[in-house]
């Protein structure tokens, strides 16, 4: 931020940026600074923007990294600003650039399955899209109507179906990125195999905006699976035997698209949420589907599930009462969400280990005296413990803080890593040394400073 001593003041960034944005927007009122500044769910070490700039081309976005190396101003990049780890509020005197409105589905090739797409189309919207042409996006984030290809990107988004079709990482082809010195970088092609260069874009798929710009992405679409999909419900006496039956169904070569757990207080928030009466039923429910479904197929998923001691199984391959199953998913966060205030974590371990991770979870809860609601993408060995306090209190209390580093603490001791795929944001920065270990730590702030090297682009963000 400008001082007295500074060699410029706030007018000069002002209108070099009404000079170089000409296509979108720049706006500095009130409202919008505090609005876009801020994700309401976590406190951190946020602070309000300087302008927020809504990009509207690639020459916009060239001119706003044109300013920040002029007056030396960080520059953080929001799409559609869902995350979950403080990885789009601005830092102070930020330039907030958002590539929410560079919106338009470029090209759906539907002869070698891809889509060439801007970074604020929704998630949902491309998959909807890709539908109409018997195809479908498969990354598939609980987000999918909210969040946009840009910040999936950033993230490296996960979602329901990772356990069949991947994240997003497994399912870009190619990037055009703007660097933090305006050049445009043309990463990737359109072929589904490449094996020439250094793999860059892979490398910015999950780097949150910290080395570039996402202008365009080439992304993966596949063909609509044959015959129906069988949807299940099916209730555990706890979350450890649920963990270890996603395990066998995971094994049984029936390649399942959905294994998402729910333990007994989720169910219970569930419950006072939508008057169901889910948690009198067991400890644990899990919701599956196995796509292109056969007999024989749906045998297997019948006596694995017997085999583990699942109650009150419901298995459909009616689209409608498929919806119903998945709108008890859809109700979890609103349910934790709405009474406590929370966090939301996202450790992920190897599957055979998810059983011992849950239940120290438990435990943790227990002894700290936290309310933790934990549910996850069970299929990837993927958890979101949300542990909860007070809505009457803002900052999270010392208990929360303690819980959540046992429980980190665990998931790398079990083989895992303490961010599945929501990536790293503010909120686990300083967990590099632990996580990375300090060799790799380092490496990986040369890589960005062979990027970024005036530390421009997404400060304090992934590897502080
Ligand atoms: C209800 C809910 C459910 C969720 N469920 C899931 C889930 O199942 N799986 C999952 O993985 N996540 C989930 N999330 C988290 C979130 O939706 C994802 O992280 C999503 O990928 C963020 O996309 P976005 O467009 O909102 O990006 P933003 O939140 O705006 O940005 C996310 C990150 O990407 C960077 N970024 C954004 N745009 C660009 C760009 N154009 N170029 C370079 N970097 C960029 C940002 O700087 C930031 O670091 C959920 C969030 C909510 C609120």
Redesign the pocket.
Known sequence: MANQFSAYDQADILAALKQNVTAGTVQTDEETLQHQSYSAQVAGQHAPALAFISAKSVADVQGVMKVARQFHLPV?????????VI??DAVSGALLLS??QMDKILELNTADAYAVVQ?GVINGDLDKEARKHGLFYAPD???KP???I??????N????SGVRYGSTRDNVLGLT?VLADGRVLKLGGKTTKQAFGYDLTQLFVG???TL????EATVKLMPLPLGKSLMGLAFFKDMPTLAKATTALRMSGLYPAMLEAMDENTLKAIDAYKGTDYASKSGAALILRVDSISPEGEQIVKQTLADFGAVNVQLTTDEADQEKIIAVRQAM?PAIFTSRNAVMEDMAVPTSKMAELVAYIQQVGKEEGVEIFTAG?AGDGNLHPTLTWDKDQAEAPQAVTVALRRMFTKALELGGTISG???V?MLKNQWNNVELGPDLDYLQHQIKALFDPMNLL?PK?KID
């Open positions: 953080v990049t929001q799409n559609r600003f869902t995350s979950t990885g789009a590539t929410a970074p984030p609980a987000s909210m969040s946009g840009g910040g999936n990107i950033g993230t988004a996960g979602g329901l990125v780097s949150e905006g570039g710009v996402v202008v966060l993408h795929e929501h990536a944001g997404n963000r």
